[in-house]
């Protein structure tokens, strides 16, 4: 498409969101490059990040723009072709988050480096959204957040508890110190494991790399917070098959998740490509469909504008500690980095994207005191 053509349906759809090419608000974009308006027409958001990776537009609050495009609905009017519609393709002909497919969000995410995220966290290494009710800094809010999720699912001392998803172990340990339980928990990253097992050493936790869907025994307790993002639609019946297996017949289930408005089969192509390959957010459907006739839902707690603020203090974290980890990582990492942080406030802050917390039980099993909000 020539560029003038280009440019001129680029600045339109721009307009519908109150978004100006070389405008003077914190959300108006500044072309570096041409080349720009016709690659963000040809890969819709694929095309938008890998640009701006590029260096191809500059602008002063990525948070702020992606917020304005959401609430535009852009993103269902520029839909890309084949390269930003390929992971679409893929979920609906393969399983993509397959048994096979499982550690490769380990190896090119989380195990990208310790020290980033170490930089990047707060002191517990939660790599997921705070709780910041009562809370004043990203410390206190991940604390929150851990304590809320114990008190929701009725932690007792001498309990035991299967964590689908366990991170560097930040709940294995909270729940362990704080009330006395053991816990075995799962991770597909290598780095997960080494660093989380030094930081539960000497405590009734075990980190293991192994698949949710190898895990034996039955528990107390099964949760997973921030798994069900890599599970897939193809596989959350398989995932409430293997709760309902290691759940005892009077446990409490938990799941914590980034979770989407609207069914989808992938995730969006740019992050799909970039950030968390295979990875995809549920649905309200898509979760009920897989827990109809086998769980009791108990309790769904929504707080997503609480996952504006931990990305927006986790970016802070990240600029803060660039000049020590640019030693290690390049300038298009940081780029990179920064506009995952910062588009993926702007989701949150546009509502597109919500974070809930589920408790759930069998059939029953009496009405746990699960309401903490």
């Not at 339109?12 to 108006?28: I, M, S």
């Not at 110190?177 to 053991?182: A, D, L, M, R, W």
């Not at 959350?236 to 293997?242: A, F």
């Not at 297996?245 to 609207?262: Q, S």
Request: proline share 3%.
């Amino acid at each position: 498409m020539a560029v003038k053509a280009a440019e001129s349906m680029v600045r339109d759809l721009f307009k519908q969101a109150g978004v100006e090419v070389y405008g003077k608000h914190a959300w108006d974009i500044q072309v570096v490059d041409t080349r720009f308006y016709d690659r963000v027409l040809r890969d819709s958001s694929l095309g938008l990040g890998e640009a701006y990776m590029d260096g191809w537009w500059e602008v002063e609050s990525i948070d702020q723009l992606v917020e304005r495009l959401l609430r535009a609905g852009l993103d269902r009017q520029v839909r890309g072709g084949l390269r930003a519609a390929l992971p679409g393709l893929l979920g609906r002909l393969t399983n993509r988050q397959s048994r096979s497919r499982a550690f490769e969000v380990g190896e090119d995410h989380y195990d990208l480096g310790n020290d980033l995220y170490a930089a990047m966290l707060d002191r517990r290494l939660v790599y997921t959204c705070a709780y910041w009710k009562n809370a004043s800094n990203l410390d206190e809010a991940q604390e929150a957040k851990l304590d809320l999720v114990c008190r929701k699912i009725g932690l007792q001392p001498g309990m035991s508890v299967l964590e689908l998803g366990c991170g560097w172990g930040s709940f294995a340990r909270f729940a362990a110190e704080k009330y006395g339980v053991t816990v075995v928990g799962l991770t597909v990253s290598k780095e997960q494991v080494a660093l989380g097992s030094e930081l539960t050493r000497g405590l009734p936790v075990e980190l293991r790399l192994q698949d949710y869907r190898e895990v034996q025994g039955q528990f107390d307790r099964v949760v997973s917070v921030g798994i069900l993002e890599h599970v897939g639609y193809k596989n959350y019946r398989t995932y409430m098959e293997v709760v309902a297996r290691t759940l005892k017949p009077d446990g409490v289930a938990f799941v914590h998740t980034i979770g989407g408005n609207r069914s989808v089969t992938a995730g969006d192509p740019w992050s799909d490509r970039y950030i968390f390959p295979n990875g995809m957010l549920p649905s309200i459907q898509q979760l009920g469909a897989a827990m109809e006739d086998r769980f009791v839902m108990e309790d769904w707690h929504n707080f997503g504008p609480d996952y504006d603020r931990t990305l927006m203090s986790w970016h802070a974290n990240f600029e803060a500690a660039w000049p020590e980890l640019k030693q290690k990582y390049s300038e298009r990492f940081h780029r990179m980095w920064r506009y995952y942080l910062l588009t993926s406030a702007g989701t949150f802050r546009a509502r597109t994207q919500q974070l809930w917390q589920i408790v759930f039980t069998r059939t029953g099993t009496p009405q746990p005191d699960c309401r903490m909000i």
